[in-house]
């Protein structure tokens, strides 16, 4: 069973566009993450969520929107998409915030 | 300002030698330090974490060592082998719920 599930694992859209990426985990974790990795690799948090509520939100854009419906799920919906928004995205979980986190397999966005 | 140093050139070394990667931090006071793999095309794994008062921990053939006072942990691999060939990363607690990545050094083992 895959511990942190994230779909789609590609997504290719027009700038303009809306679009959503989902996360679950079935670790029982009380803590869940977005990550940005950029082209030169390096991997940016941009939100986390403990117990579905938002804890930090580093600078993001408000055209980015995370939603926990509930303790084993993240969802990130990102609106109007630039070209720059093109990265790969990681959610992970931890069982205590900020140690030994576990990544989804990544969604890579490419804004065209 | 806040910052995580790894080597940003890549680490190429010759198979069965050991692998040392560096990690250096400014304006942190991390209780706990972690260590990540990441392949291509794949999410970062976690390999070890290492405590404050924790001066070295081991794992197989995985070796990490925290030195507070200058600020930095060493991450050795031994024996190495080309399935060790990978990006590591190192991060630790930037604040409550907050964990934060070096750029990460990309260690290539060869035959």
């Known amino acids: 069973d895959t511990a942190v599930s994230q779909t789609p694992k590609y997504l290719v859209t027009q700038m303009g566009n809306d679009k959503s990426i989902k996360c679950e985990q079935n670790?029982?974790?009380?803590?869940m993450y977005w990550y940005k990795q950029d082209s030169k690799k390096f991997l940016k948090i941009m939100f986390s969520y403990n117990n579905k509520e938002l804890i930090i939100n580093e600078t993001v854009p408000n055209r980015f929107s995370p939603k926990s419906p509930d303790k084993a799920h993240l969802n990130l919906h990102i609106n109007s998409l630039e070209l720059g928004d093109s990265a790969v995205y990681f959610c992970?979980?931890?069982?205590?915030?900020?140690?030994?986190?576990?990544f989804g397999q990544g969604t890579r966005l490419t804004v065209v | 300002s806040q910052k995580i140093e790894q080597n940003s050139e890549a680490l190429n070394i010759q198979e069965g030698k050991t692998a040392t990667l560096t990690c250096n931090y400014t304006n942190y006071s991390p209780a706990y330090l972690q260590w990540y793999r990441q392949d291509p095309g794949r999410g970062p794994v976690f390999l070890l974490l290492i405590r404050e008062n924790e001066k070295e921990k081991r794992k197989e053939r995985l070796k990490v060592t925290f030195d507070t006072t200058l600020k930095q942990s060493l991450f050795h691999i031994t024996a190495s082998q080309p399935a060790d060939s990978a990006t590591y990363l190192c991060a630790l607690q930037g604040g409550y719920n907050k964990l934060i990545f070096g750029a990460g050094t990309r260690l290539a083992v060869h035959p």
């Open positions: 992970a979980s931890s069982q205590e915030a900020g140690l030994m986190a576990f």
């Open positions: 670790l029982g974790h009380d803590t």
